[in-house]
């Protein structure tokens, strides 16, 4: 037996021992057991669907809206209706030109995001998960609520820290951390939080929290061999969905996550740019080397493969070897990350990992290939809010059939439902049929308002300002889509996007012109701003 596989069971031998820090308090149901034959489906598989500017179409079956605050659904064996009935007039207003259905859909996210608020101020995560999640609030944090809901976002990361002050890792494959290591994707939505309010009191606050788990984690759970971190894959944490049946907790301990590593990586680079905006220099170069060391450790030691990097590396008892299964949010993160030119992500050779992911009729499955006789949920799934992470990705790299197609599949599935519903069948695109699901799931929710915000009208935030890249298909009948109030920091916009296509032609600021690829620096006060697309490279 090797040294290196006897210290790490000698590891989880004491850790079981003792309390595990960062346990979750909301444990997640039993995995489910393998089955011989999958369920039997009541939906037709692979069914054509188009979304028009008010409807939704499947076969026979189909959803209207009939304002931007009513749609009526006939998909399912009664109709089912959605009205708006909460007061969003204090969020952001999406205004599509002779589209009512992408304007209810949107307001629905709206209204469903308020809806999945606690009386405490914390976001549950979704109409049958009462609970706060690590993942799920980080997630829909970093998509979009940090920018519209900053208070309840930081109720809801503060949640999530216990008694040593570090983050609290959910439950997953046999208990939890160090065997489940995702726990790092807190600080993404962290520092988007800072990035959306400025303030400096959370900046300290999130500083100090995120150096004490990184801390632990590069101490306990960090291979010495490779330099890479140990545990499962981030949100697929259902092992019989992902892993070959005889793999046990320690053996998912001893492998290597893609996506849980590109995390750690990513949250040594944060915290070094927290370090550099609260003044100190020393740790912000440590942190930004340890990071980009992390980068090339993971460029090193994952394959690239079609154009995709592996769902993880097997232990090394299998001679640490990538799997044959890729992940769509793993391989989208890699592009999003990737594409920020003052991280060392760039170290990763992502390509166009847009246009390499596989897709079905209805939509961006989870993983791909499936577990053989394993029911749907990770496995044979689809889940909105990945499925904004590869319309995200898509908008990155300027594959804007590809951030079409992602925005469709997410259109059609909230309208059929009235809902933005946690997962769907891969192959029959209904939520029946699935392990477990939710309707107005946070990460979906987000997932669809990150698709507007980040996608359509192409916000984003760094230390100096707001910049801009949108990415506009041609769905829309009417020439202009518009976005009002939208509040970051003491800063309003509006903005009004004028033709089609992923690259501006032409933008102002107040009436003035403005150089696209200059951000809108930091400021208290409201920005008019128009922009002007036109077709780039991948729309012609």
Avoid at 73 to 83: D, H, K, P, V
Avoid at 272 to 300: C, H, N, P, V, W
Avoid at 403 to 412: G, I, L, N, P
Wanted: aromatic share 10%; hydrophobic share 40%.
């Amino acid at each position: 037996m090797k040294p290196g596989y006897t210290l790490s069971l000698l590891i989880l031998a004491l850790i079981s021992a003792i309390a595990l820090i960062g346990c979750s308090e909301e444990p997640l149901p039993p995995p489910p057991e393998p089955r011989a034959e999958l369920p039997e489906r009541t939906y037709p598989l692979n069914e054509n669907w188009t979304v028009a500017a008010d409807r939704v179409v499947q076969g026979d079956k189909s959803a209207v809206a009939l304002s931007a605050e009513r749609i009526e659904s006939a998909y399912f064996r009664r109709e089912r209706i959605w009205s708006l009935r909460e007061d969003i007039s204090a969020l952001p207003v999406f205004t599509a030109e002779g589209a009512p259905l992408y304007e209810a859909l949107y307001n629905m996210a709206l209204e469903e995001a308020l809806e999945n608020v606690r009386s405490d101020g914390a976001f549950m995560a979704g109409r049958e998960w009462n609970g706060v999640w690590t993942r799920d609030i980080s997630y829909a944090i970093h998509l979009s609520l940090a920018g519209i809901l900053p208070e309840s976002s930081r109720i809801s990361l503060m949640a999530k820290v216990n008694e040593y002050g570090e983050v609290i890792q959910d439950t997953g494959t046999g208990g939890s951390w160090p065997i489940s290591t995702d726990r790092v994707v807190w600080a993404i939505a962290a520092w988007e939080l800072y990035l959306a309010t400025g303030d400096a009191e959370w900046l300290g606050e999130a500083r100090s929290i995120l150096g004490n788990t990184l801390m632990r984690d590069l101490s306990v759970a960090l291979d010495p061999a490779s330099g890479l971190l140990y545990g499962e894959t981030s949100f697929l944490d259902w092992r019989e969905q992902t892993y070959p049946k005889w793999m046990e907790p320690k053996d998912i301990f001893e492998s290597k996550a893609f996506g849980t590593n590109l995390l750690f990586a990513r949250a040594l680079e944060i915290y070094a740019r927290m370090s550099s905006a609260a003044g100190d220099g020393d740790r912000s170069t440590e942190f930004s080397a340890l990071a980009a060391r992390q980068y090339g450790r993971i460029a090193d030691e994952f394959p690239l493969s079609g154009g995709l990097y592996p769902l993880y590396l097997y232990p090394p008892i299998q001679g640490s070897i990538p799997s044959d299964k890729t992940g769509t949010l793993s391989n989208s993160l890699a592009a999003i990350f990737s594409a920020d030119p003052d991280s060392p992500a760039a170290l990763l050779s992502t390509g166009s990992i847009s246009a390499s992911l596989p897709t079905v009729p209805f939509g961006i499955p989870t993983i791909e290939p499936q577990q053989p006789r394993i029911s749907p949920y990770h496995n044979a799934g689809i889940w909105p809010f990945v499925e904004a992470y590869y319309g995200l990705a898509a908008a990155s790299e300027g594959n804007l059939p590809a951030f079409e197609f992602a925005f469709q599949a997410m259109s059609r599935n909230a309208a059929l439902f009235t809902s933005h519903m946690e997962n769907l069948v891969y192959d029959n695109g209904h939520s029946e049929g699935t392990q477990i699901n939710s309707e107005r799931q946070l990460w979906s929710v987000a997932g669809y308002l990150g698709m507007v915000y980040r996608g359509l009208f192409g916000i984003g935030f760094d230390e100096i300002g707001i910049r801009f890249s949108p990415m506009v298909p041609d769905i829309f009948p009417g020439e202009t889509i518009s976005l009002e109030n939208y509040r970051v920091r003491d800063t309003v916009l509006n903005l009004e996007i004028r033709g089609r296509g992923s690259v501006i032609a032409a933008m102002t600021v107040n009436g003035e012109e403005h150089n696209p690829f200059s951000p809108i620096v930091w400021t208290p006060g409201s920005f008019d701003i128009v922009i002007e697309m036109e077709a780039g490279p991948e729309t012609g």
